[in-house]
């Protein structure tokens, strides 16, 4: 079975202060994603990864960055959090080539910016 | 991007089969309709996707009306673990999922 594990389930972080999440995979997919997910919003993706040091934008982009260093971690980090980055981050991972690929997703971290 | 309208929520009894409506008027010849679900806390969860013919997998069966224009999520014996949002999207061309606000299906005793 793919497994998709995230570093932290709850996080709690000041403003301003600078939060990795990481996220590794270990079913060798090429595809990486990140999203949040906020009550009302659904699920939004952030960046995505079609293979090691290549990230691409999401659709909201903003006061995020990525790294893909590795072909199994995808990092998403807020260089100076702010408190409507408040929300769920959800990692995802999926095969490469066809676009209509299945992403397994991981357990989600729930992050608290005060 | 073709988009989805579900209703927002359903409730199914308890051993009943759960069937859980999608409208994708818009779709595309190429384009998939994937199903997945969120139990509460927990990331989503990959069910089953189809593009024309009816699928079936240990989960759920996935029906797709002839014009695709809609398509059936059957749950054919709830349980109460099946309690969650379920979502229905349309795979667009630059293959990202787009999640809508999906129907929340409460399984009851």
């Known amino acids: 079975d793919v497994k998709v594990t995230q570093s932290s389930r709850y996080l709690v972080k000041r403003t301003g202060e600078k939060v990795f999440l990481e996220c590794v995979q270990d079913m060798d997919h090429e595809n990486m994603f990140w999203y949040r997910q906020d009550p009302g919003l659904g699920l939004r993706l952030i960046y995505f990864?079609?293979?090691?040091?290549?990230?691409e934008k999401g659709d909201i982009p903003e006061g995020y960055s990525v790294s893909r260093e590795k072909k199994e971690r995808f990092s998403l980090i807020l260089e100076s959090a702010s408190t409507n980055q408040t929300s769920m981050y959800l990692c995802a991972s999926s095969l490469a080539g066809a676009l209509q690929e299945t992403q397994y997703f991981g357990p989600g971290t729930r992050l608290l910016v005060l | 991007d073709a988009k989805t309208t579900q209703p927002p929520s359903m409730d199914c009894a308890e051993g009943r089969a759960a069937n859980l409506p999608c409208n994708h008027s818009t779709i595309s010849g190429n384009e998939y309709v994937y199903w997945y679900r969120q139990i509460h806390s927990q990331g989503p969860q990959y069910i089953i996707h189809?593009?024309?013919n009816n699928e079936t997998n240990e989960m759920a069966s996935l029906i797709i009306t002839e014009d695709r224009k809609s398509s059936t999520l059957i749950l054919p014996h709830a349980t109460l673990r099946d309690t969650a949002v379920y979502y229905c999207?349309?795979?667009?061309?630059?293959?990202?999922?787009?999640f809508g606000q999906g129907t929340e299906l409460s399984v009851k005793p």
């Open positions: 990864s079609y293979d090691v040091k290549m990230k």
């Open positions: 189809g593009l024309k």
């Open positions: 999207i349309v795979l667009n061309q630059g293959g990202k999922l787009i």
